[in-house]
């Protein structure tokens, strides 16, 4: 028989741990497949702000 990491005394801690979250009620879906393609091309490379300084990277949620 092979032996086990850890004791399952404390097997789900870190889950019973975590304050439980509602889901959101109404959230749209996203576009799969070829749509979704379309958004990200859309989203990098056709509604770009080029203005000076620095380059924004995608995850700058920042307005200047």
Do not use: C, I
């Amino acid at each position: 028989m092979g032996k086990v990491h850890g004791s399952l005394a404390r097997a789900g801690k870190v889950k019973g741990q975590t304050p439980k979250v509602e889901k959101e009620a109404d959230k749209r879906k996203k576009p799969r497949g070829r749509a979704y393609k379309k958004l990200l091309y859309n989203r990098r490379f056709v509604n770009v702000v080029v203005g000076p300084g620095r380059k924004r990277g995608p995850n700058s949620n920042s307005e200047a």
